[in-house]
């Protein structure tokens, strides 16, 4: 294996927690629900991803139930939100907060077992092309889906019915309720996908990225996914492209900082993060264009009157 | 069974005073079903984490060393969430500041005046409010969500101070442990009674803030911004208030509280810099303002209590063994009570049970 395709295969494994994250808050967000607790939904898969995996030896079923972990978890959240109409802001906030400190307990005996790892999966044929062989069909079962994820999402949004109704909802709850459409059903389950998707982009991190638990090991990806999905106006296949440009980002830091350069490791770590505020700086600065792309009815809570 | 929410004609004041004991009874229960769990005596445990570290003098210094940067903290954010501006980046405003007033007892540790401790605590302000001034620059000049941009700098300061403490900053007579030079007597917050314990004047500083605050948004124009801006923008506009100022004024306030908060920890409690200087106070003082109701005399109560979180985590780490990060689950819980508790002061919650005609329509 060629340094190249070295650094692209990282690459991808840096892009793709990042980029099943953020299409899941892509739904919730196009139904109109902003859940900040992206953060929380990732690190509770994560734990729970690593734990049932370590227990069980199958990192499969490790990885299933990081998904349901995350999906149960955003449960909570859609109970406040959308049933006792709180807050979006600071329930998403509550829920970053108690996954951060519930992972740390449950993980408190895993921290420094070895952990099982998601191996990869060769497609026969398609694996002995050059240079993109190795790359996208000889990856873990959680790339593969990741992948499936964007071209699922596009499809279910712009393709079909309940596409359409989903983000009729995120535009204008009143009108989209007034038609009939289950307003409230409909954003359960948009939040329930994102917590299923930022449960299974934990499940990446503990199970491929590093095979092992660390407390917080999230370490602000839910954030960065957040910011993705303003970056990419809320279209998936945007979502796409951040997520490996973001994934390059984070490799390129990591690289800088073996090479040595002389630059303290802290300002590279620190790249991400202000890359994040740059890109949210240079997308958001045309006020209209924002307006536009954003759902209308974002973070507002809905109450049906009868 | 469905839940069913029928809007109040006015809010409840009832509910808005008895809501946030609700929580903090809720959270108790779900405490003790916690401990069940875990295999501990609910009692006991619940005992040890909240009751026993009142029952000291030394540890009611120690809960007001926790709960001063809470408050502190938690008065700026209420101010800021008021006027629905969401700084969640006090960590790093936190941090910043205390960065910022320890320039003059590392860098000009020669310097030996009076007028150390005031110029310290007046560079943590500046350094906090500063910034706290680039997600309002962010947010007012090219529209960019403060929310991310706020929290992105959290990350940011904590790498900044990593640096700086195992690097420039780096304690000469060290042992080349990641420590700065230990604050000189003059740079030191005096402690309020050191016969028995550790208090300094921070819990001071917290009273003030609180006061002050408080007489801000009851009795000034001020005050009276802040919650015509947060509750309609376009109010505020037709009332001829500049919603730009506003966001600069709540995330300069905010700033500047959670970097006095951030300098007063550094000389008080610690008297050095270290790589990490905070428990996540930034963030306990969101959960601080919501209990308190965005209200400052609320916070006040708010900030000791969730102070003794912090306090009973370690005392049941030390008495029980249970794992120190019990204390963060307790926080998260509480928020999520009072978050749902508020609910009932604008709503009346209804559980529905469905009767058999209508489980029939269902099915057909």
């Known amino acids: 294996m060629s340094l190249i395709e070295a650094v692209l295969l990282t690459i991808t494994t840096a892009a793709t927690p990042l980029l099943l994250a953020a299409m899941g808050e892509l739904v919730a967000e196009r139904s109109g629900v902003l859940n900040l607790g992206v953060e929380g939904m990732i690190v509770m898969g994560a734990v729970v991803a690593f734990a049932i995996a370590q227990l069980s030896g199958n990192p499969y079923l490790g990885a299933l139930c990081g998904a349901i972990a995350g999906c149960v978890f955003s449960l909570l959240f859609g109970l406040l939100t959308l049933t006792l109409v709180t807050n979006q802001v600071a329930t998403g906030l509550a829920l970053t907060i108690l996954g951060l400190g519930l992972s740390g307990m449950i993980g408190e005996s895993f921290v420094g077992e070895p952990g099982v790892q998601l191996e990869p999966i060769a497609i026969p044929l398609l694996d002995q092309l050059p240079l993109l062989g190795p790359l996208i069909f000889k990856q873990d079962a959680i790339f593969y889906l990741s992948i499936l994820c964007v071209i699922g999402v596009s499809w279910f949004l712009f393709r079909t019915r309940l596409g359409l109704q989903l983000r009729a909802i995120g535009d204008s709850h009143g009108s989209a309720h007034a038609l009939g459409i289950s307003v409230i059903k409909t954003r359960y389950y948009a939040v329930m996908f994102g917590g299923a998707c930022a449960g299974l982009a934990g499940a990446q991190l503990s199970l491929v990225y590093t095979p092992q638990w660390v407390e917080n090991m999230s370490a602000g990806r839910g954030w960065i996914a957040l910011a993705l999905v303003v970056f990419a106006s809320w279209r998936p296949l945007r979502v796409l492209a951040g997520a490996y440009l973001f994934g390059a980002v984070t490799i390129g830091q990591l690289h800088a900082q073996a090479l040595g350069f002389g630059i303290p490791s802290q300002f590279l770590s620190a790249l991400p993060y202000l890359a994040t505020i740059l890109v949210l700086v240079i997308i958001s600065r045309n006020r209209r264009l924002t307006l536009m792309n954003t759902p209308a009815s974002l973070g507002q809570s809905f109450v049906p009157d009868r | ?364």
């Open chain 2, 1 to 364: 069974m469905r839940i069913e929410l029928e809007r109040r004609p006015s809010h409840s004041a009832l509910f808005s005073v008895v809501s946030p004991f609700i929580a903090l009874g809720l959270t108790v229960i779900a405490g003790a079903i916690m401990f069940n769990v875990l295999g501990k005596n609910p009692l006991d445990a619940l005992y040890s984490f909240f009751i026993e570290p009142l029952t000291e003098v030394w540890s009611l210094h120690e809960l007001a060393i926790k709960a001063a940067p809470l408050i502190l903290i938690a008065v700026g954010l209420s101010v800021c969430f008021r006027s629905n501006n969401w700084n969640i980046g006090a960590e790093g405003q936190f941090i910043i500041g205390g960065v910022a007033g320890s320039i003059i007892p590392i860098v000009f540790h020669e310097w030996d005046s009076f007028l150390v401790l005031p110029a310290m605590l007046i560079m943590g302000i500046a350094g906090g409010a500063l910034y706290a001034g680039i997600p309002a620059l962010l947010k007012t000049r090219f529209n960019t969500n403060e929310i991310l941009s706020s929290l992105m700098l959290v990350y940011v300061a904590q790498l900044f101070l990593d640096w700086i403490v195992r690097g420039p900053w780096r304690n000469p007579e060290g042992f080349n442990f990641p420590e700065s030079r230990e604050f000189d007597v003059e740079a030191i917050l005096p402690e309020l009674l050191p016969a028995s314990g550790r208090a300094d004047l921070g819990i001071i500083f917290a009273v003030v803030a609180t006061l002050l605050t408080w007489f801000m948004m009851s009795y000034m124009l001020r005050g009276f911004q802040v919650s015509v801006l947060g509750q309609s923008a376009r109010a505020g506009r037709f009332a001829g208030f500049s919603a730009n100022r506003m966001v600069f004024f709540a995330f300069l306030f905010s700033g500047g509280l959670a970097g006095l908060a951030g300098i007063s920890e550094v000389s008080g409690a610690i008297e050095q810099l270290q790589p990490v200087i905070s428990p996540g106070y930034g963030f306990t003082a969101i959960i601080v303002a919501f209990l308190g109701r965005l209200n400052p005399l609320g916070i006040f109560a708010a900030g000791l209590i969730l102070a003794l979180t912090y306090l009973g985590g370690e005392a049941a780490q030390i008495s029980i063994g249970l794992p120190d990060k019990i204390a963060r689950v307790f926080q998260g819980l509480l928020l999520f009570f009072v978050l749902a508790c508020d609910t009932l002061i604008h709503y009346r919650v209804r559980l529905k049970f469905a009767t058999h005609s209508e489980l029939a329509e269902e099915g057909a």
